[in-house]
């Protein structure tokens, strides 16, 4: 079945660094295009970074445009958000999400902004 497992989360201070990574199982990872969400209590979920399949494209939210990047390894079936510059509004648990017929999700990765 399809799993995807998040990793590299924790407390940065607000300017620094995180690369977070999801790695993927039960699919064929290089056909679909691979998402980036997050979500903050008592908020919506955000869409925060999209790429295709092959990685030739990519999408960001306003929020994190030119901070954060997102990326992929089929080789390795993982992909990655890069993210500087982090600011105390980053603050969230992030996701790995991927449409295949439906929504699937990974377990969430928290990220804290605080110094």
């Known amino acids: 079945q399809v799993q995807l497992v998040e990793s590299g989360g924790g407390l940065v201070q607000p300017g620094g660094s995180l690369r977070l990574s999801c790695a993927a199982s039960g699919f064929i990872f290089s056909i679909f295009a691979m998402n980036w969400y997050r979500q903050d209590p008592g908020k919506e979920r955000e869409l925060v970074a999209t790429?295709?399949?092959?990685?030739?494209?990519?999408n960001y939210a306003d929020s994190v445009k030119g901070r954060f990047t997102i990326s992929r390894d089929n080789a390795k079936n993982t992909v990655y958000l890069q993210m500087n510059s982090l600011k105390p509004e980053d603050t969230a648990v992030y996701y790995c999400n991927t449409l295949i017929g439906r929504h699937y999700w990974g377990q969430g990765t928290q990220v804290t902004v605080s110094s």
């Open positions: 790429i295709t399949a092959g990685g030739g494209s990519t």
